[in-house]
């Protein structure tokens, strides 16, 4: 077991690099590799596959090992389901009737973006898979107890509202996030998987409803 000073000696640093990182991808390399690979898919596969897969997935998950001993979830049983996930099925069903319900209530019909192709189910595959390793099966699962849970998921939920920073600034819905509103969303999902992760203890679920909260997404809007 390692103390809180060992643990805060490593999730500091790990942080504002995850987060300088990212922020330096989406401002230099990101626009560098829409430019210079053509293929949408091919260059959505590179950033959303392999490079978030390097600068999220892999550094977590060996962190996660190196401190295995203090998560809340062992990583040899973070990917097992369990009959405590049967209970959370409910919540697929309601994120496609709260998703479908607003789709029609925006555009007056229900159909399929005529946008959506390869490009976007690839993102579907991978974004549940690297956002919720990080924030879920490794800062979640570190920094959770029952004494402090609601402490722990508000902070893991600001951090999640954080890393989408970058991208709304490059977007240039940065305010518009804020104006709208938008960014309780962010929030609110976060929450969401923080307690499918903690409730279940497995981490298949969150990454389930992150993906299919996206493809309803994609598909939609």
């Known amino acids: 077991m390692h103390t ?43 950033t959303e596959g ?20 203090d998560a809340y979830v062992k990583p040899q049983v973070l990917f097992r389901l369990n009959r405590d996930c049967l209970k959370w099925l409910l919540v697929f069903v309601l994120f496609a009737i709260y998703l479908i319900v607003g789709a029609y209530r925006q555009y007056g019909c ?33 920094t959770y107890s029952d004494k402090h849970k609601w402490l722990a998921i508000g902070a893991n939920a600001v951090l999640f509202l954080m890393i989408h ?26 929450v969401i998987f923080s307690l499918a992760f903690v409730k279940t203890k497995n981490l298949l679920l969150p990454i389930g409803l992150h993906m299919f909260w996206d493809l309803l997404m994609f598909l939609f809007y």
């Open 4 to 46: 809180k000073r060992q643990k805060a000696a490593v999730l500091l640093p790990y942080t504002l690099i995850f987060f300088a990182v990212w922020a330096i991808y989406h401002f230099f390399a990101d626009p560098w590799l829409t430019t210079h690979i053509s293929s949408g898919w091919l260059c959505t596969l590179v």
């Open 50 to 69: 392999l490079l978030k897969n390097l600068i999220w997935t892999l550094p977590a998950f060996c962190l996660l090992k190196k401190f295995a001993a």
């Open 110 to 142: 229900l159909q399929i973006q005529p946008d959506f192709g390869l490009d976007c189910i690839i993102v579907v595959l991978f974004v549940g898979i690297t956002e919720e390793m990080v924030f879920r099966g490794w800062l979640l699962n570190i």
């Open 165 to 190: 920073f970058p991208r709304w600034i490059m977007d240039g819905t940065f305010v518009s996030s804020f104006t709208s509103f938008g960014f309780v969303c962010i929030l609110a999902l976060s």
